[in-house]
């Protein structure tokens, strides 16, 4: 079955930039979208069609896609942005798949 | 603003029919634009997709539970179901219900989530 790796986990200093990437094959042809989860929470949508910002996200979210990476990026962390990402694409079949998830911990 | 609120049993026995339903507020299941569908979390793990429906009754299953799977609309309602028959400890999880936006090309995103139900699959 078709899968998207993420890494486990991504430190980063309050101020600092992190970086959250998704590899998967079908990447090139198919748009990503990102999710954010905070503990008890239901994910939350921070990016979509790559690097689209939905209203109410926070300009320092920001999404880029290169071949078959996607990469999340959190400009100027902040202490609220600590929480699981998750990335989500399609196969070639047209079955939703996420990501393997990426825990974010600001220092 | 669209919400999305689920119910159900929180316990189920194992062979039996998981049941959940999502209510929907601040909009209406026969929009033309709108799908519907579930996701699931099994503790501590990640997302996976369940299904999508659309509105006029069109669905679209994960391969890996559609011989298990149905999900319907009940438009008298303003609510839609999730029914996931003969089920395992593995089937245990937060169920969310969501709302996917679909454009022209296919592509689809998961945008409102329910708050999410945890369902235990045990005797």
């Known amino acids: 079955s078709y899968e998207l790796t993420q890494p486990p986990s991504v430190s980063v200093s309050p101020g600092q930039t992190a970086r959250i990437t998704c590899s998967g094959d079908?990447?090139?042809?198919?748009?990503a979208y990102w999710y954010q989860q905070k503990p008890g929470q239901a994910p939350v949508l921070v990016i979509y069609?790559?690097?689209e910002r939905p209203s109410g996200i926070p300009e320092r979210f920001s999404g880029s896609s290169s071949g078959t990476t996607v990469t999340l990026t959190i400009s100027g962390v902040q202490a609220e942005d600590e929480a699981d990402y998750y990335c989500?694409?399609?196969?070639?079949?047209?079955?939703?798949?996420f990501g393997t998830g990426t825990k974010v911990t600001v220092l | 603003q669209l919400q999305l609120q689920e119910s159900g049993p929180g316990l189920v026995k194992p062979s039996e029919t998981l049941s959940l339903t999502c209510a929907v507020s601040?909009?209406?299941?026969?929009?033309?634009?709108?799908?519907w569908g579930w996701i699931r979390q099994p503790p501590g793990k990640g997302l996976e997709w369940i299904g999508n429906?659309?509105?006029?009754?069109?669905?679209y299953y994960n391969p890996s539970l559609k011989s298990r799977l149905t999900i319907s609309v009940d438009t008298s309602k303003n609510q839609f179901s999730l029914k996931l028959n003969s089920v395992t400890a593995a089937d245990t999880a937060v169920y969310y219900c969501?709302?996917?936006?679909?454009?022209?090309?296919?592509?689809?995103?998961?945008?409102?989530w329910g708050q999410g139900t945890l369902v235990t699959v045990s005797s």
């Open positions: 969501v709302r996917p936006a679909v454009d022209r090309s296919g592509s689809c995103w998961f945008d409102p």
């Open positions: 601040g909009g209406s299941v026969t929009s033309p634009s709108y799908y």
């Open positions: 429906i659309y509105y006029s009754g069109g669905t």
């Open positions: 079908a990447l090139p042809k198919q748009y």
């Open positions: 069609k790559d690097s």
């Open positions: 989500q694409s399609a196969d070639s079949s047209g079955t939703f798949v």
